[in-house]
């Protein structure tokens, strides 16, 4: 019995779902399929015709085949192009700092990064087959794709990629933190490379998008981004979840009609970041979306020390909504001895009936102002709105002996 | 000494008052000896005693870093014993070796001492796995400690489900020592080994410990695993050197061997002092001789131990399930701890305990504050916990392997120490208590793996492709491994390309395969009990329909549990808790067909053969038989698909003539090959360390014409093959009646070419334990359930097995 059916009857007897190959197979290839893949001349039996194959390929997708088993293709985008309502101009005034604390950067020395992969899974077998770069010259956005027509031209792509990174400053990505990086770092280790990414800043947009948008939208995938907030539709785009299949497709039958789709795929991906990028800037700045959580966009003015900005962000949009932020912001103020603004913010959330506030005004007169009686007050209040509150009852104990001692009560 | 550093120091310091303090204690053990004997005897079925050994000591090797000689000083311990001496000029030496000594004989110290000078002078790094994650942190604990004694700077991490992520990183990039376990390694680390290049850049040592437990199934998932990781150090340039320690077994080498596809240098004799040691095997008195029904183990073990503790001996408990653990807790606290205002002397240690609570119970034991610790197997080895003086075992372990752990942590250096084993009801427990000669001389049992079983190495083949791409010409297990990847290729899960695979699924191959079992056809046990729906185990394909059919008693930690349900499809079974005073056993219909014969030896009247085999399996019924009494209380049936296998077997055939020479008809024989199957079965699981059902048995003929099985109303009832005279069979020169044994897995697991190995032993053991049975005409402790009315029939079913045996056994030792 030869190996094949051996396995087969063992996996059968063992309790395998049907002993043939597990589920997580790809479609094999019809009978038709894999008559016009005999036939079809591009297949590659040689190194040579799969030279001339990868040769034909790179021309269908304007680009250059620059290594064995590597195809690159560049495309500029102008600045003036509309990704959805605005122009990629609108990156070159971004306040980019305001996406990451401290990393302040300018729009030359950012790095668009995304892969294709042939799976989600991870670990060393996983491959990036499709690896897309984009960063602004001056003719506008370049975007670089370095595309895998066999394994063997990993090597040469990871090599070629060195220099864009070794360029840069801070790599910019939808989800990279947690997938495209480390996968590359693991594609490099294998290569015995080392990886370039050490130096560089991580803009991983994903999170920029989570915290603004998370509470308006059911899910905050690129796509989801681009459309509710960019305005860009992708028409024909190939899913994402058949990206992997294209590429084994092509392959194991040399059948590359959906190679060009991936391309155009990952090349949408890498225009939206920089897009998304531009715009997350501009809301964190001073921009508005009637989807994005202000209290959000004010934290991170609040955490990125810009407390002016972030009373006008709030000023700009005032209404009950933001009360936590203005407390938020109030509590900054207080934590840096700033008494007068901290205060009034408290007695303007106070008079909108805020208990936290008032909280904070009797702790606040009480303890810097050294003024009991309003202390006395505030804590009055709360306890009518609060009268079972141990600490509101504990404070007034307290208020009024130190009222008393101080002669402000009679003894 | 080395193994207990705390206790060494004062030892050394102390010697003398020591010697003093043991000579009485040793006195002691021997008084209470004395009195068990004189009041006993009846229940004493066999007495040894392991004379003492003088400790083989060895200044520390010379060059021996100098952090590390002041720690160990400041541990207290100023040489080596003769082994740990051994051990450090062999794996400095760069050989593999296998460590085979007994409990608290510093085996630890053989591999920390090298890989702790390693780690010092030459930044050498070191992978411990330990097969359950409790030892992972004891090893830890006990690493940290000589760390900390020598301020050595050390990092021993462990690296294992509970490891918080964010700790993960320091473990891999600055990890001296990782600490981890088999799946972890496989799921976890393999498969992510770029994030570990540093760490396999510098590997230096991999110490297997538990090597006895890597045997079967998951020694052979194992070895595979092995494999994967050599083959991730050779890629980053590294060859480390293997230390294997494993629990005494008859064949370490061979296993270690087995596991890492090389010669491993053997060490084998241990130079730690040893004290003298008594050995009693314990069958509880029959409290009802009609039914046969002896007293429980427990109350045996609570007697015992309070007649040691009132004689002010160190005393240990080993029972089988944290329930009992729980049990004898109650019963022992209840004699000694009644009075709340005086400190405890009995406490409880088992796994579930959270680390902090067995940190001070070891603490507690050391400091010989505590007279009585009742535990499991977790503290069977590793953790320090000083001198005791008697151990006691309420039921066999399982293993002689393990009985002898457990045995060890009784006794030390200059004093006396006794150890009893006590039996359960269990057929196993009752064969070994009536056979001293088990634990005496060398080892009868012998682990053996299989480490090319086609599905097992298939799958590990998946994992190793997913790591690094193969390249033609690579080498990986004993298969062609172009064919395998090739199969893979068809898979659509590898892709060749030039000269080398690579691989290209969306999957993640480790995680769908489990070290425990065989393919993906497990089913899982869930407990619905009052709502809850909780998985309590794992259960083989192979063993399913024999242990989880609807209304099956199965038992997890010796609690039993009813099936409600079982979804064959979707591989679950549902259970509730139950109080049933019945167990099940399927009556299964095996039909039996030898595909080829690989060896063959005997007589021409009988002999015995090994090879490859083709079974039908169907699972008709089961009996409900009542505990104690073995009385059959109900039947039940079952519906389930007919199961086939082709896997490995070993058979002992006897020829018509031969059988009609000794019996008066074939139904007769028939009954006879039988019992003597469910003997043989009891002694190759008992020899070659298996599980029940890892092995299965049937009786038949060789062409699958007619078998033979315990029907549900009458023993012996035979179903041919359709379209078969029964008759013609019964007569005339055709009756090949045969006793099968098989690996209970598809392809089988390499036990079959053991058994064979075995075969002249098995027969003499099963004689063995059916001739001294005390039972009258069979029962379930020697050749299987009986009808009651069998002796009214004027018919022994034990004579009958024993006169099989007979036959089977070879003339010269006859
Ligand atoms: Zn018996």
Known sequence: MNLKRRITLLRTQSGHADGAPSAAAPPQPSFKERVEQLRRPENPRTPMAACERDTALAQRLNGRLVADGLIEVDDVFPLAHAHGHRPLARLLDAPLGTLAPGGASDPEGLLLVDTETTGLAGGTGTIAFLLGLGRIERAGLRVRQLFLTRFSGEGALLARALEWFQAANTIVSFNGKCFDLPLLATRYRLHRMQAPFQPLGHLDLLHATRRLFSKSWADCRLRTAEERFLGFIRTDDLPGHLVPVAWSAFLRTGDLRSIPAVLEHNRWDIVSLAALAAELAHLYGSATHPEADLVAVARQKIASGRLQEAAEHLNGHGGRLTTPAWQLLANEYRRQGRHAQAMAIWEALAARGSNEAMEDLAKHHEHVRKDYARALDYTRALLEQAPGEARHGQRQARLMAKARRAGLLPK | ?814
């Open chain 2, 1 to 814: 000494m080395a193994h207990a550093p705390h206790r060494a120091f004062a030892e050394e310091s102390a010697r003398r008052s020591d010697d003093a303090d043991a000579s009485d204690k040793g006195r002691d053990v021997v008084r209470l000896i004395e009195r068990i004997r004189a009041k006993y005897a009846p229940r004493i079925t066999g007495e040894l005693v392991i004379p003492p050994r003088a400790g083989q000591y060895v200044p520390f090797p010379a060059g021996l870093d100098a952090r590390l000689d002041h720690a160990l000083r400041a541990r207290g311990i100023h040489q080596l014993y003769s082994h740990q001496h051994q051990a450090w000029n062999a794996i400095m030496d760069g050989q593999s070796v296998v460590i085979v000594t007994p409990t608290a004989s510093g085996k630890t110290l053989c591999y920390n001492l090298p890989v702790l000078h390693q780690a010092l002078t030459t930044r050498a790094k070191a992978l411990y796995l330990f097969p359950t994650k409790a030892l992972s942190q004891d090893q830890v604990a006990e690493i940290l400690e000589l760390n900390q004694a020598g301020d050595l700077g050390v990092r021993a991490y462990t690296f294992d489900g509970d490891t918080p992520g964010d700790a993960r990183k320091a473990v891999r990039t600055h990890g001296d020592i990782v600490v981890t376990n088999p799946d972890m390694l496989h799921q976890g680390i393999l498969p992510h080994h770029t994030k570990w290049a540093q760490f396999f850049e510098n590997l230096r040592y991999v110490v297997i410990d538990e090597m006895h437990t890597y045997r079967g199934v998951f020694g052979s998932h194992m070895a595979n695993v092995l494999r994967r990781l050599k083959r991730i150090c050779r890629f980053y340039g590294s060859a480390p050197v293997f230390v294997f320690s494993s629990a005494t077994i008859a064949n370490p080498g061979e296993l270690a061997h087995a596991l890492l596809g090389e010669a491993v240098t053997p060490i084998l004799e241990s130079g730690a002092p040893q004290g003298k040691k008594h050995l009693l095997l314990w069958n509880p008195p029959v409290i009802n001789a009609d039914l046969g029904i002896r007293a429980s183990s427990r109350s045996q073990v609570t007697r015992i131990a309070r007649f040691a503790l009132k004689s002010g001996l160190k005393t240990i408990i080993f029972a089988n399930s944290r329930l009992m653990v729980e049990v004898l807790t109650k019963y022992m606290k209840d004699v000694f701890d009644h009075d709340p205002r005086r400190p405890a002397r009995v406490s409880a240690y088992r796994g579930g305990y959270l680390p902090t609570e067995r940190r001070a119970t070891e603490k507690c034991l050391r400091d010989g504050r505590i007279d009585c610790v009742i535990a499991t197997s977790a503290l069977e080895l590793g953790v320090d916990i000083g001198s005791l003086d008697v151990c006691l075992l309420n039921g066999y372990p399982g293993t002689i392997a393990a009985t002898w752990q457990r045995l060890g942590r009784a006794g030390r250096r200059h004093r006396d120490a006794l150890g009893v084993l006590v039996a359960s009801s269990d057929p196993l427990d009752q064969f070994i208590v009536r056979n001293p000669s088990f634990f005496l001389g060398a080892s009868p049992e012998h682990a053996r793996i299989s480490p090319d079983q086609l599905l097992i190495l298939m799958d590990h083949v998946r994992c190793a492709a997913f790591e690094l791409p193969f390249q033609d010409g690579e080498r990986f297990g004993g298969e062609p491994l172009g064919d395998m990847l090739g199969y893979l290729a068809e898979e659509g899960v590898v892709h060749h390309e030039g000269d080398h695979w690579h691989w290209m699924a969306d999957s993640y191959p480790a995680n769908t395969v489990s070290l425990r079992s065989i393919a993906e056809g497990n089913f899982v046990v869930i407990d619905t009990t009052d709502g809850k729906k909780e998985v309590i185990a794992e259960v083989d394909y192979s063993s399913a329909a024999m242990t989880i059919y609807e209304g099956a008693i199965y038992m997890v930690q010796a609690r039993p549990w009813q099936v409600e349900r079982l979804d064959w499809e979707g591989r679950k079974a549902f259970v509730t808790r139950t109080q049933a005073d019945y167990y099940t056993d399927a009556i299964d219909y095996t039909k039996l067909k030898i595909l080829d014969e690989f060896e063959h030896s005997g007589e021409p009247s009988a002999s015995c053969a090994c090879g490859e085999v083709h079974l039908v399996r169907r699972i008709a019924g089961y009996k409900k038989i009542r505990y104690y009494t073995h009385e059959n209380v109900g039947y039940g049936q079952i519906s389930l698909p007919d199961q086939e296998m082709h896997t490995s077997a070993v058979w002992w055939r006897v020829i018509p003539a031969a059988l009609d020479s000794v019996f008066a008809n074939r139904w007769s024989a028939l009954d006879g090959f039988l019992g003597a199957a469910y003997a043989m079965h009891s002694v190759a699981c008992l020899l070659s360390m298996s599980e029940r059902h890892d092995i299965g048995r049937a009786v038949g003929d060789s062409q699958a014409d007619w078998f033979a099985t315990v029907s549900p109303d009458g023993r012996a009832m035979r179903t041919p093959s359709p379209g078969a005279a029964l008759d013609g069979f019964m007569q005339g020169d055709q009756f090949s009646a045969t006793v099968f044994l098989y690996d209970n897995y598809p392809g089988g697991v390499g036990l079959s070419a053991q058994l064979y190995d075995l075969r002249d032993k098995i027969v003499e053991q099963a004689q063995a334990l059916v001739s001294l049975c005390e039972c009258r005409e069979g029962c379930p402790a020697c050749i299987g359930p009986i009808l009651a009315g069998e002796q009214q029939r004027g018919f022994s079913p034990k004579a009958a097995a024993l006169k099989v045996l007979s036959l089977l056994r070879p003339p010269h030792d006859a």
